[in-house]
């Protein structure tokens, strides 16, 4: 007996050593094309031939169903946790502060990953397991402990970004220097540029297990132009490009046959021809003032705007309930409003309850198709036209609406050739990743993509 548990503790340690071997010689790069819509994918016009080499060889999806609100820092948070913002507490590109009573909630983007993100992520579960792990671009991620390079989506990004990273970029002439003046000065594309060679540099210099990549120019494309446009196709044209990019540089550091690509965005687009103004509305009825430059000053009810939903908060407690119910008789059948959701409603489109989470609306206000929400409160008219300088597109519709489905492909090691899925989960990103690498992800509301991965032997 006494030889066969010294047999047994043998064989447990040989195979917990196998394993770490073998996950220390497994990668996972997981990038995101910003406001790529599923739809654009499967047009036969977009230009994006190395996209669709890597579908080819893995995996693709219909469509990648998001989670509200359908917009950058919430969706990339559920992507590496596997919940929902109910969950982990992310609901705009910042914290969204409420002010004294009667005054405006304004959003603050310059907070650290500890002040956004309620739940554990990917990237904290392999940092603790020893894994080496990396973020470029990636939203709520500043100051984080557990990323060994880190250049955060956030403002002053080259100001937190790790100092290795940041000495080694200006070295190499891809930063002009350490100020973030020179970094802000680019143009989109640049920024996507100086985003994907740091993501090259990364690759080649510690070969992470997980590498998180977030391109940013698609979206701000499909903002001013509309999803499909001929800017569009040129956004696209080039992303291709950049993803081409870290496609090479996995060759280059001899980890390509290792590594799983994910490619996937935070959310699609939309087109809208006109535009709502709630806060005109409530300036009408008293519920707010504003000054001589059409800012908000005192404030009783005022909309947030997420693109195709507007965020609605009342910032008096004494007047709150009455304050709701003017708010609904306002709305309520009026032109493009789709519908109003209150809080009894969250649980179904996955928002945390105000009495949680502080930054959570009163009232969500859901745009119908071809409108989007405005913050404006001058002048009279609740719905404008879209013209002039104003952006096409729109995003921020409750993630039911099919124009909101994102890009998904998967490829590369452990994953199926030719497989061809219908709609998958967004929660569902973290837990495959996860199972990947051979962990785990607790607490996830996710599930592991087992459709399409080989035999489980061949993951780890």
Not at 211 to 238: I, Q, V
Not at 371 to 388: E, I, L, Q
Request: proline share 7%; charged share 20%; net charge negative.
């Amino acid at each position: 007996m006494r030889m066969l548990r010294a047999h047994l503790s043998l064989f447990l340690l040989i195979s917990a050593g196998w394993l770490c071997h073998a996950a220390d010689n497994h990668h996972v790069v997981l990038i995101t094309l910003d406001g790529f819509p599923a739809r654009l994918f499967w047009e036969p016009r977009a230009p994006i031939p190395r996209i669709r080499q890597l579908a080819a060889e893995g995996a693709a999806a219909e469509g990648l169903r998001v989670s509200n609100p359908t917009v950058t820092w919430p969706n990339h948070t559920t992507l590496v946790t596997g919940t929902r913002a109910a969950k982990h507490s992310v609901l705009y590109n910042g914290v969204l502060v409420r002010e004294a009573p009667g005054q405006p909630v304004t959003i603050d983007p310059r907070r650290d990953k500890t002040e956004l993100v309620a739940v554990p992520t990917i990237y904290d579960q392999l940092h603790q397991a020893g894994f080496r792990t990396a973020a470029i671009d990636w939203p709520c991620t500043r100051n984080s402990a557990t990323l060994d390079d880190d250049f955060p989506d956030s403002p002053e990004s080259v100001l937190h970004m790790t100092p290795r990273l940041r000495q080694e970029l200006i070295d190499q002439h891809v930063l002009p220097d350490a100020t973030e003046a020179s970094f802000e000065a680019l143009t989109g594309p640049g920024h996507d540029d100086i985003w994907t060679k740091a993501a090259c540099q990364v690759i080649r210099a510690r070969q992470p297990h997980l590498l998180l990549f977030h391109l940013l120019n698609t979206d701000g494309t499909h903002h001013r132009y509309g999803p499909g446009s001929p800017a569009s196709y040129t956004a696209l044209a080039l992303a291709d490009f950049y993803v081409g990019e870290v496609l090479d540089a996995l060759e280059t550091a001899g980890i390509r046959k290792d590594t799983t690509v994910f490619l996937v965005a935070d959310h699609g687009f939309a087109s809208a021809t006109n535009v709502l103004q709630p806060n005109v509305l409530f300036r009408k009825a008293g519920l707010l003032e504003t000054g001589p430059v059409g800012q908000l000053l005192k404030v009783r009810a005022m909309v947030v705007p997420e693109g195709g939903t507007g965020m609605i908060y009342l910032t008096d407690p004494q007047t709150r309930d009455s304050d709701r119910q003017k708010v609904i008789d306002l709305l309520a059948g009026k032109e493009g409003v789709a519908d109003l959701i209150q809080p009894s409603g969250y649980a179904a489109i996955g928002l945390p309850l105000p009495e949680k989470n502080p930054g959570s609306p009163d009232l969500v206000l859901a745009a119908r198709d071809g409108y989007a929400v405005s913050r404006t409160a001058t002048g009279n008219d609740f719905v404008v036209p879209v013209t002039g300088t104003a952006n096409l597109g729109y995003h921020g519709y409750l993630a039911s609406n099919p124009n909101m489905n994102a890009l998904f492909i998967a490829s590369g090691r452990g994953i199926k050739r030719g497989i061809k899925l219908g709609i998958v989960d967004n929660i569902d990103v973290a837990p495959t990743i996860a199972h990947l690498l051979g962990q785990e992800l607790p607490g996830a509301d996710g599930k592991v993509l087992s459709e399409i991965l080989l035999s489980p032997e061949s993951v780890f």
